[in-house]
């Protein structure tokens, strides 16, 4: 069974500190997305990585995919209380169907 | 271009009823996924439609099923419902199919079972 294991599984910071946030799987694939999902709402697409090694930035928000793409990490610099909500990780698993991991849930206190 | 729209957005039913949620993705994508989101086990896949068939299903009991339309719209329903189906359920839509793997989601349909 393919997983996809996120950590932490909470993260409570205040406004201006740094953090990163894993997600880690003994699998291979060929792309990795995260998300952002706000109460009441979907998830809303963040980014997709393709490339081992690769690094996206998204203003404050470093994505970066794993040499042997199977891990992945989500670092924000500075933040926000607009960065709060449940950071999600998820991968094409072959077969059209995805996987998600189980979320990290962010909370920043002004 | 307007997004991916779920309705109703609520629901509360009764134990052993049965329910239709719908969803209408962007324009031009066709493929349409299903998730069911509950806080002790998060996103898991339901199933997955392109061009009106359906080309993978996750690990749900018979009682959930789905279709979609020649418009690319899809419903799925749940039958005889269980106190354990409240949840949020998503649909997301992509361009080609999740092998093209970038999904946008709707907001959701809570359904709560008394």
């Known amino acids: 069974t393919q997983l996809l294991e996120q950590s932490p599984q909470f993260l409570s910071i205040q406004e201006g500190e740094n953090l990163t946030v894993y997600c880690n799987s003994s699998s291979v694939f060929s792309s990795l997305q995260w998300y952002r999902q706000e109460p009441g709402e979907g998830p809303v697409l963040l980014v997709t990585v393709v490339t081992g090694g690769e690094v996206k930035k998204l203003k404050r928000l470093t994505f970066q995919f794993g040499d042997a793409r199977k891990d992945s990490s989500l670092h924000i610099t500075a933040a926000q209380p607009g960065d709060t909500g449940l950071y999600l990780c998820a991968a094409n698993t072959g077969g059209f169907k995805t996987i998600f991991g189980a979320g990290t849930r962010l909370f920043v206190k002004a | 271009k307007a997004g991916v729209t779920q309705t109703p957005r609520y629901l509360i039913k009764t134990r052993g009823q049965q329910v239709t949620l719908s969803c209408s993705p962007i324009s031009g994508h066709r493929s349409v996924s299903w998730y069911q989101q509950t806080p002790g086990q998060g996103l898991q896949f339901l199933f997955e439609?392109?061009?009106?068939?359906?080309?993978n299903k996750g690990n749900f009991p018979g009682r959930f099923s789905g279709r979609q339309f020649s418009n690319s719209r899809s419903e799925m329903n749940v039958s005889t419902l269980e106190l354990g189906d409240s949840a949020l359920y998503l649909c997301?839509?992509?361009?080609?199919?999740?092998?093209?793997?970038?999904?946008?989601f709707g907001p959701g349909t809570r359904l709560t079972v008394t």
């Open positions: 997301a839509s992509s361009l080609i199919g999740t092998d093209a793997y970038e999904q946008y």
């Open positions: 439609y392109f061009s009106e068939t359906q080309r």
